[in-house]
């Protein structure tokens, strides 16, 4: 699956709002290594350095795509490399992951590896979306499982359980003797213009099934789950409301 890194961006405002929220919970003061896993164009993990700016702050991202159209200064050092292969160093004090382990399968088993690799007053801190219940995903889902499209296109799509509820992450948290700071936001992102949550989607939820169509067939795809959003997402006045769940993970070592 490649990404784009523009279409991406068009919500960039809406995205990286849950990553400061997320970062702000973060206590280091003069952490020595920050690491952002599923980092994209590091434009957040630029952020980073502003915030920790004596740290040594790295990203890593499976997307060449991604990592090639970065615009990172010196400072932020951004490399190709699979979350699942990662581990924290002895200096790791800080880990962020914003909106990229929902793509990783079997990332709470990462996470209590993690939890247990990174140092005393080690942070780890990582961010979600909860929506996989929400009509947008759910019409994707119900679309791509239809007779019409299923064979092509059936087992693509992750489900609900590619993120864990967040009393799952406090207690994986609590039970690596970490402290535990878990909370959830559902934005009420106010979009604009013609299918906006098609757009938005397109930048992420929807890009393993463009992956393995054919452009004529994304077409009318997309032209079928555009129609089953706009009766879910009615637009009122050229505005589109999309609530969007995420959840809010941000562990302490002792
Ligand atoms: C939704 S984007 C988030 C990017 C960035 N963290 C942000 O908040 O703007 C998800 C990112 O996770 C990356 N990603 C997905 N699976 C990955 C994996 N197994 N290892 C590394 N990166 C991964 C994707 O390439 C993509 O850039």
Not at 22 to 40: E, F, K, S
Request: glycine share 8%; charged share 25%.
């Amino acid at each position: 699956m490649t990404w784009d890194p523009q279409q991406y961006a068009v919500y960039e405002d809406e995205r990286s709002r849950p990553f400061h929220e997320l970062v702000d919970r973060i206590g280091a003061t003069a952490p020595r290594r920050v690491v952002d896993l599923g980092c994209g164009q590091g434009t957040l993990t630029q952020a980073l350095l502003q915030r920790w700016p004596t740290a040594w702050v790295e990203g890593i991202d499976s997307s060449p795509e991604m990592i090639a159209s970065a615009a990172v200064g010196t400072g932020v050092d951004l490399r190709v490399a699979d979350i699942a292969d990662w581990a924290p160093s002895d200096d790791t004090d800080v880990v962020v992951s914003n909106a990229a382990l929902q793509w990783v399968p079997g990332h709470p088993d990462l996470l209590r590896r993690w939890a247990k690799a990174v140092p005393e007053d080690g942070w780890l801190a990582w961010q979600v979306p909860g929506n996989f219940g929400s009509p947008s995903h759910r019409l994707m889902r119900e679309l791509a499982e239809s007779p019409r499209w299923a064979r092509r296109l059936g087992g693509v799509l992750r489900h609900s359980d590619a993120v864990l509820e967040p009393d799952r992450y406090a207690q994986l948290l609590v039970d690596e003797g970490m402290s535990a700071d878990v909370w959830e936001s559902t934005y009420q992102h106010v979009l604009v213009g013609q299918d906006p949550v098609l757009e938005w989607v397109r930048g992420t939820a929807l890009r393993p099934l463009l992956a393995v169509l054919v452009p004529t067939d994304a077409a009318r795809f997309e032209r079928d789950y555009a129609a089953a959003l706009r009766s879910a997402y009615p637009a009122v006045d050229g505005t589109t409301l999309f609530a969007f769940r995420r959840i809010f993970c941000v562990g302490h070592k002792p």
